[in-house]
């Protein structure tokens, strides 16, 4: 078992990592909630697994927990399924003195947080993410969110969990296009912050391998952004260094519709993309493009997308929450292990793309 605690004075997040931990989540749960009602929001495929694991660990608590299930994929992460869920808690008599369980990957928790920070103007909420990018990265730090039409995340607050349950179990679970996603985001904690954790994601050379070290990284991982999101809670300095590869990756997301690219895999796209044009700048130190590709290939991770339109990429660059009053904060890395804030006018956006 490993565990974290952030603190951010008016809120602590207790995280813990261990196997077989969902099993015994309601004993956990009780420990921060005192009352009985619950509302669990999941997706199909992940009540399908584990809805009744957990509905018999909170039960053995006393707990009375209700599934709000909905659809897999980004495509529910919107208004329409959020409505759904508010009509659900209502529905359920749900009030501020109850709890919202996010059981889930990243779509779920964004969509589940975003639900608890909203309804009745904020109730308590737990997360249990079942997926390798939720465990190591939007699990914790209180980003939650819907998209719009328009791009992703547009509507979103800070809000963060009572408690978040790791269990790297589940994570057998999952198929490979899941494990690649997770794993994109668990290298871009190397680019930025972990030389160390980037030196072994690319020395394991085997799935045997990387799930006898998988709680490590999950652990490395969540300290960086722990520490992080401790110094800058609301985003608007330091804690932009974990968007690494995610303003490329972001309008990709969209300009495939959320289809055919997952976001670790759009990520991982723009990591590469953007490094080797600063590269190319004299931004970046030469071969570190090289790197990152040489850790993407590792674990099959695609980093070359066939050819876009430029200026609708551009587009939905222009949209993205990091464009601020006309600039444009772009993360670039030195060299390995140690990233900065790059802020452009957003008419230069296209040196870039």
């Known amino acids: 078992m490993k565990k974290l605690n952030m603190n951010l004075g008016s809120i602590t997040s207790n995280i813990i990592i261990e196997k077989g931990i969902i099993k015994n989540a309601g004993h956990d749960i009780r420990k921060v909630y005192s009352s009985n009602k619950i509302a669990v929001v999941t997706d199909e495929n992940v009540f399908g697994l584990y809805g009744e694991i957990l509905e018999k660990s909170l039960a053995a608590e006393n707990f009375t927990p209700t599934f709000i299930v909905i659809k897999p994929g980004e495509q529910s992460k919107t208004v329409d399924t959020l ?11 749900i009030t501020r003195g109850d709890l919202i369980v996010a059981l889930g990957g990243g779509v779920v928790g ?5 639900a608890a920070s909203t309804y009745l103007r904020g109730i308590d909420f737990v997360q249990i993410p079942t997926s390798l990018l939720a465990q190591i990265d939007s699990s914790i730090g209180g980003k939650v969110a819907v998209n719009l039409d328009e791009g992703k995340n547009l509507i979103g607050s800070f809000y963060h969990p009572k408690l978040v349950l790791v269990d790297p179990e589940v994570l057998n679970s999952l198929p490979e296009k899941f494990v690649k996603d997770g794993l994109g985001e668990a290298i871009k904690y190397g680019c930025i912050r972990d030389k160390e954790l980037f030196s072994m994601l690319l020395d394991i050379k085997s799935n045997f391998e990387l799930l006898d070290n998988i709680e490590d990284i999950i652990f490395r991982c969540l300290s960086i952004k722990k520490e992080t ?16 590869g995610h303003t490329i ?5 969209k300009y495939f519709n959320y289809e055919k690219y997952s976001h670790g895999e759009a990520v991982s796209v723009g990591m590469y993309w953007i490094t080797k044009k600063s590269e190319e700048m004299g931004i970046t130190e030469k071969g570190t493009s090289d790197k990152i590709k040489g850790a993407l290939e590792n674990y099959g991770i695609e980093y070359i997308i066939p050819h876009l ?23 670039l890395l030195k060299d390995i292990g140690n990233a900065f804030i790059y802020t452009i006018p957003e008419q230069e956006t296209s040196k870039f793309i």
Do not use: C, T, W
């Not at 999101?229 to 690494?244: S, W």
């Open 83 to 93: 409505k759904h869920v508010y009509s659900n808690l209502v529905s359920m008599g």
């Open 110 to 114: 964004d969509l589940a947080g975003f």
């Open 229 to 244: 999101v401790e110094m800058d809670e609301k985003d608007k300095g330091i804690r932009m260094l974990l968007n690494f």
């Open 249 to 253: 990756g972001h309008a990709i997301e």
């Open 309 to 331: 339109d430029r200026e609708e990429i551009i587009k939905n660059i222009l949209v993205d929450k990091k464009n601020i009053s006309g600039k444009l904060n772009l993360i």
